[in-house]
């Protein structure tokens, strides 16, 4: 017999991102984090071979990296305009976590859903921040897929990649609705 919680369901089905540019300080403390992140660390994980990491990004690191994300959008011959949002994620923040897909070798577990498992743990690590009262983003952007930029700037390992970004901190705005999904649209029932 199911044992409903109903304000679980009822958070997921009016949970809405917050755009990076309405947050803003005070963010989570490092304790406060934790649970977040321990959360976050409950994601589904074929074969437990925790292929994701996180990196905790505070204000100083996010200020060096806006600045390592406008050299490296000039060396990528990036539009100025492209540079300056991208630089404005970093610049404006004060908390951002980042969420490394790290694929372990694994002859039961292929690659893809290990990074499928990273995906899970974005969105858990988002879902968290909202239910603990932040305001949250998920981001990525063009900088998160450069190897020169998440090997400089972030330490990554060759074989790792950026699953996503989170932005954390205090909203400063209600955030805007947008129009959802059609179910009767991506939805096909299979009854035999």
């Not at 994300?69 to 908390?95: F, M, Q």
């Not at 901190?169 to 991506?186: F, H, M, N, Y």
Request: with cysteine; charged share 20%; proline share 10%.
């Amino acid at each position: 017999m199911p044992d409903p919680r109903p304000e679980v369901l009822d958070f997921l089905l009016s949970r809405r991102s917050r755009p990076s540019k309405t947050l803003a300080g005070p963010v989570p403390s490092r304790a406060g984090l934790m649970p977040i992140l321990t959360a976050a660390a409950r994601s589904p994980d074929h074969g437990k071979l925790e292929p994701w990491r996180f990196v905790v990004l505070e204000k100083p690191a996010l200020h060096r990296l806006a600045g390592l994300v406008r050299t490296r959008g000039a060396a990528l011959g990036k539009t100025p305009e492209a540079i300056d949002k991208a630089a404005k994620h970093y610049e404006h923040g004060g908390l951002a976590v980042v969420v490394i897909a790290s694929p372990k070798p694994s002859d039961k577990v292929p690659e893809i859903e290990q990074f499928y498992s990273a995906g899970a743990v974005c969105l858990a690590l988002l879902n968290a921040a909202l239910a603990s009262g932040w305001g949250a983003n998920w981001l990525s952007g063009w900088a998160s897929h450069d190897r020169i930029f998440v090997a400089e700037g972030l330490g990554l390992a060759p074989h790792e990649k950026v699953a996503g970004i989170i932005h954390i901190g205090t909203e400063t705005a209600p955030p805007p609705e947008r129009p959802r999904p059609d179910l009767d649209a991506i939805t096909q029932w299979v009854a035999e």
